[in-house]
T-cell receptor
Framework: NAGVTQTPKFQVLKTGQSMTLQCAQD?????MYWYRQDPGMGLRLIYY???????DKGEVPNGYNVSRLNKREFSLRLESAAPSQTSVYFC???????????FGPGTRLTVL | GDSVTQMEGPVTLSEEAFLTINCTYT??????LFWYVQYPGEGLQLLLK?????DKGSNKGFEATYRKETTSFHLEKGSVQVSDSAVYFC???????????FGKGTSLLVTP
């Protein structure tokens, strides 16, 4: 039981490049989330998926897109990376929207 | 809107000292409250939680009590160890949304 896994762990991009962050969970959870963590700001929600087939914007969605590929997988895409997107990205999942959220190990992204 | 305020760090303690990290919240209704811990280079781990007033969450010697009258959820540990050095996040989950609202985190360093 791996819990929530994320790939890659580290990534360096140049401004304007695109990439997709992958997240998978094996806990049979219905809800999945993407957060970003910036120094001194805690974590902020980018997008979430309440259940398979649905996605909704969080607090800071600009510059990102998401895909809920199936019940297990939820990806985050940066179409044209900007230095302001330099951050640590965490994926999380929960059984439903009211349940405890469990986090992956994070992806540290640097945009030059 | 909902928000969480926690004490600024860093907090530096000697091994076996008593720890308190203050956390207060603003929310409508009856949110669930959490403490997450982030060890260096790792993701967030759930430390403890409380889902209703007067509940006490506890884990690994840490405790926090949900105080609705003071809108607080302070984290305490009677005797800290070097291995407790980490960043601690207080978080709130309201009944009306999917996102966790995080405080900015408190860095704890325990010295031998």
């Amino acid at each position: 039981n791996a819990g929530v896994t994320q790939t890659p762990k580290f990534q360096v991009l140049k401004t304007g490049q695109s990439m997709t962050l992958q997240c998978a969970q094996d806990m049979n959870h219905n809800s999945m989330y993407w957060y970003r963590q910036d120094p001194g700001m805690g974590l902020r929600l980018i997008y979430y998926s309440a259940s398979e087939g649905t996605t909704d914007k969080g607090e800071v969605p600009n510059g990102y897109n998401v895909s809920r590929l199936n019940k297990r997988e939820f990806s985050l895409r940066l179409e044209s990376a900007a230095p302001s997107q330099t951050s640590v990205y965490f994926c999380a999942s929960s059984f439903d929207g009211r349940d405890t959220q469990y986090f992956g190990p994070g992806t540290r992204l640097t945009v030059l | 809107g909902d928000s969480v305020t926690q004490m600024e760090g860093p907090v530096t303690l000697s091994e076996e000292a008593f720890l308190t990290i203050n956390c207060t919240y603003t929310a409508t209704g009856y949110p669930s409250l959490f403490w997450y811990v982030q060890y260096p280079g790792e993701g967030l781990q759930l430390l403890l939680k409380a889902t209703k007033a007067d509940d006490k969450g506890s884990n690994k010697g840490f405790e926090a009590t949900y105080r609705k009258e003071t809108t607080s959820f302070h984290l305490e540990k009677g005797s800290v160890q070097v291995s407790d050095s980490a960043v601690y996040f207080c978080a709130l989950h309201s009944n009306s949304g999917y996102a966790l609202n995080f405080g900015k985190g408190t860095s704890l360093l325990v010295t031998p």
